[in-house]
Structure formats: structure tokens, C-alpha cells
């Protein structure tokens, strides 16, 4: 390939600079290796620049003018405000801003990271080619990320879509905004714009929305956002978008033309999901393979050939999550600089996600749908926040916690948390199933009062009450019995 097969010049190359490449290409600077990071276009990648930032950015300001909007609940006879999308937009971009240096080039360099800009082509699992340099490495890490997956619908190239990635350019809020998909970011996305004022539609294909949560937990996000006017078209399939702005549908069960209906918009969101970015590699040749979904196959080491060439991110899955990202990237970066004296096989036995919609849902371990599926005895115990004070003084006294069990026991083996603020009440559980606590010891922990948390505390105390010591009620009756008769 014209290429020197001298020494390797770093220990590891990382390719990519979104949260996998960033958090490789920092680890193996602070375990001392020479480590150099090639990144094309903005460091920081998608969840800088267009994903996770500024969609919270964003949800942050819709919430707010939901609750201007409702101030009677908060006890408010008068309270207004006017949505000026483009000063909207401009406080989403100061965020990446003022965000945008804790993934800076003169952040990384300064910790020992040799940043470089420009397109990578990969020679093979030792080289890379960035313009006119060829680099050589021991191992090499591949973090390419993902990007929006565009469907196959007639007409779309016609009309000037909307995508997570371009979103952030609009400068106009749309009067009709038609959103395809209802997984996380369609739903969380459809919400936020319906509360600033366009009114939105939501086409899902499916039965329902959110369909890797369990169905009661996606019914509370339903109901509270078609009661606040999203309109939802569930068990639709989306056959064409027309010249003028308008999608024609029909019900996936029936699949008949009479059945088809037109949905007029002025922009479409496109929502229905990623795919890893895998196109333009000559992945044969590098002695790897693809998934049938575009993703990169890797080892339970993340090596990509079973040698030197490691991944991690959104190119590999099957998580597309930030932290997930940074989980793998510690992985990728230990193994590609220690291996073959010692290997870690990447564990995703406790792995937390989070949904940003209003109410938010939090998740960790199994859901109720998959205990049952994978025969799996289990007890469901749920605690309502309609019955948790601090929910009930903020006025957000809508979802529940539900915890999943083993049968017999009180080792969790998922939860799920359906509330304002659930991602911040979630780690509790997260690190009681990591670490074997069961609810018998979050029970036991003293939680501050009045706070969201104390509803984990409330679910373990709902457990015990239900499935506590066989021999509680027996003890219970002694100890009636031992005080009637000290009262005589």
C-alpha cells in the first residue's frame, strides 16, 4: 500500500472525536501512552453539536413555557410569555458553546493527546493516511459514530427534510411539524416543539410509542403528550411525501388504498432511528465484517479482526448512547494498550438509558416484558409519585417506580422510573444493581426528606410490605400479643 511497516510512532490512534474517540483517546493518555486523535469535522461529535446538548437545551426552554403556559398550578393568578424561536435557537447554540470546550483540541492536547484535523483513510489495522502523513500505531481504534437513517419514502429527497443533524439550523418555528418516527428522539423532539407552539404530528409504524420501554411505561408519556395536543397516527406506515408538503399514509394493518389519509406539514422530521457511519471502508481487506443492520461486528474485546483493529460507539452498538460510548471507549482503550498481557471482555449487564420527554423514563436491567419473555420468575412492585410529597409540593405528582425482582428475593433485576426528573432518581437503583444491593438495603439507607429519591426508598418499602420475611406476619402477632399483655 506504499506504506513503511517500520515501528509503530503511537501506541494508539483513535479515529474519531465524539464521546468514544474522546474518552479512548483520554484514557490512553492518562495510562501514559502516545496517543493521537484524528477527527474531520467538530470535536465533540453528534452529542455536542446535534444531539444530546442541544436537544436538552432545547427541551429545557419547552418545559419552561409549558409551565409559564400552566401557572395556575403553581398558584400564579397572571404569568405570560412569548416564544421568539430564532432567540430560542441562538440560547441552544451559546450552550454548545459554553460546552464546546470541555472537548476542545486545546483541552485534549493539554492532556497529552495529539489532536489532528482532517479525513482518515485507513491503510490497514496499523496505518492511517490523514492528507499527506502516513501514522503508524500498534493498535487502532475506530470511533466513526452514526448518523441519521433516511427511510426509503418516495418524494422525500423533493422536499427539504429535517433530520437531528440539520435541525438546529432552523431559525423559523414551524406551524405544522410532522415527526416520523416515536422512538426517543422523535418523541422527546415532538413534545419540545409542540409545547413552543407548532403543532405537531406523530407517525409511528408500530403500536406504540416507545416500544423498547415496557406498554405501561410508554402509556404515561403517551397520555400526557396527547393531552398536551400531539397528534398521534400509531400502526402507520408512511407511502409517500407529495409535492406540496403533504405525506400520504396508511394503517400498517390494513395496507389498503381507501385506507390511506393525507397529512398536510410544512416540515418533516425524520426520526425513525441511526445507523452506524461503516460506508467507504474496505472492511474485508482490514480483516473485519459487518452486521446485517451496517454496524461494525467486534469481539467481546471490541476488536474489530481479532488482532489490533478495536472499535467502539455508535459504529458498533448496540447501544447508541453517550455513556454507553464512554463505556466501550475504556475497553477499547485498556485492551488495545495492555492486550495480549491482559484483556477485558466489556460487561453491559448494568446499563442505564434515560428518555427526555415530560415525564422522563429511566431504565436499568430488565424490563417486566423481558423477564417474561426470557421465562425468568419475577415479582413487579410499583410506587406511584402521585403519593411522594416532593412530587406532590412541585406539582409533578404523575408517573410511579417500578421495580422488577427475583422471585423470593429482593435482588432487583431492572427498574423502570416514569417522573419528572426520573434520570437523576434512576442511579440509586443503577448502582444497587451493579453492586448486588437489594431493596432491603435501600430501605435501610437514610434518604433526605422531602426528595424525588425517597420514592426509591418508598418501591423498596412497597416490596417489603408485599414480599418481606415469611415470618414477619407471625412476628407481628406475637409482638400485639407481648403488648396486650404488658398493658395489663
Known amino acids: 500500500m506504499g506504506t513503511s511497516k517500520s515501528g509503530p510512532s503511537y501506541n494508539m490512534i483513535v479515529v474519531g472525536g465524539g464521546s468514544a474517540g474522546l474518552v479512548t483517546a483520554y484514557i490512553a493518555a492518562f495510562l501514559k501512552a502516545k496517543v493521537a486523535l484524528v477527527e474531520q469535522h467538530k470535536m465533540g461529535g453528534d452529542c455536542l453539536n446535534t444531539g444530546c446538548v442541544p436537544s436538552k437545551a432545547l427541551i429545557k426552554t419547552a418545559k419552561l413555557v409549558h409551565q409559564i403556559r400552566h401557572h395556575q398550578n403553581y398558584g400564579l393568578k397572571a404569568a405570560s410569555c412569548e416564544v421568539d424561536f430564532a432567540t430560542v435557537m441562538d440560547r441552544v447554540h451559546k450552550v454548545i458553546e459554553e460546552i464546546a470546550p470541555h472537548d476542545s483540541i486545546e483541552r485534549y492536547q493539554g492532556l497529552g493527546v495529539e489532536c489532528i484535523t482532517g479525513r482518515a483513510e485507513i491503510l490497514d489495522p496499523h496505518h492511517i493516511r490523514v492528507g499527506d502523513r502516513v501514522l503508524a500505531t500498534k493498535s487502532l481504534v475506530l470511533a466513526l459514530g452514526a448518523s441519521p437513517l433516511i427511510p426509503a419514502l418516495g418524494g422525500l429527497d423533493k422536499v427539504a427534510y429535517l433530520t437531528s443533524e440539520n435541525l438546529w439550523t432552523l431559525r423559523e418555528l414551524p406551524k405544522r411539524l410532522l415527526v416520523l418516527g416515536g422512538g426517543p428522539i422523535g418523541c422527546e423532539l415532538a413534545q419540545a416543539f409542540q409545547r413552543l407552539g407548532s403543532k405537531v404530528t406523530l407517525v409511528e409504524r408500530g403500536p406504540r410509542i416507545l416500544p423498547r420501554e415496557d406498554p405501561d411505561v410508554s402509556q404515561w408519556v403517551y397520555e400526557r403528550m396527547l393531552k398536551e395536543g400531539v397528534h398521534f397516527m400509531l400502526n402507520t406506515e408512511a407511502q409517500e411525501v407529495l409535492g406540496d408538503l403533504t405525506l400520504r399514509v396508511v394503517e400498517s394493518t390494513k395496507q389498503k388504498e381507501q385506507n390511506s389519509k393525507l397529512i398536510p406539514f410544512d416540515k418533516i422530521l425524520i426520526a425513525v432511528g441511526r445507523k452506524a457511519r461503516s460506508e467507504g471502508v474496505n472492511w474485508k481487506e482490514l480483516g473485519a465484517e459487518l452486521n446485517p443492520n451496517g454496524a461494525l461486528k467486534v469481539d467481546s474485546y471490541l476488536r474489530a479482526n481479532g488482532k489490533s483493529l478495536y472499535a467502539c460507539g455508535d459504529l458498533i452498538g448496540p447501544y447508541q448512547l453517550t455513556h454507553a460510548a464512554a463505556h466501550q471507549a475504556w475497553y477499547c482503550a485498556v485492551n488495545g494498550l495492555m492486550s495480549p498481557f491482559k484483556k477485558f471482555a466489556v460487561d453491559y449487564r448494568v446499563l442505564p438509558w434515560v428518555t427526555f420527554t415530560d415525564p422522563e423514563v429511566a431504565r436499568v436491567g430488565l424490563s417486566e416484558e423481558e423477564a417474561k419473555a426470557q421465562g425468568i420468575p419475577h415479582v413487579v412492585t410499583r410506587f406511584g409519585l402521585d403519593d411522594l410529597d416532593r412530587a ?89 400479643a407481648f403488648h396486650r399483655w404488658r398493658r395489663q
Do not use: C
Open 392 to 480: 406532590i409540593a412541585d406539582s409533578e405528582n404523575y408517573g410511579q417506580v417500578k421495580i422488577i425482582t427475583a422471585k423470593g428475593k429482593d435482588r432487583i433485576l431492572g427498574a423502570s422510573i416514569v417522573g419528572s426528573g426520573a434520570g437523576e432518581m434512576l442511579p440509586e437503583l443503577t448502582l444497587a444493581l451493579r453492586w448486588n444491593l437489594g431493596l432491603k438495603s435501600i430501605l435501610r439507607t437514610i434518604h433526605p426528606y422531602p426528595t424525588w429519591t425517597e420514592a426509591n426508598k418508598f418501591g423498596a418499602s412497597a416490596w417489603t410490605k408485599q414480599h418481606g420475611s415469611p415470618y414477619l406476619g407471625p412476628a407481628l402477632k406475637v409482638l400485639a
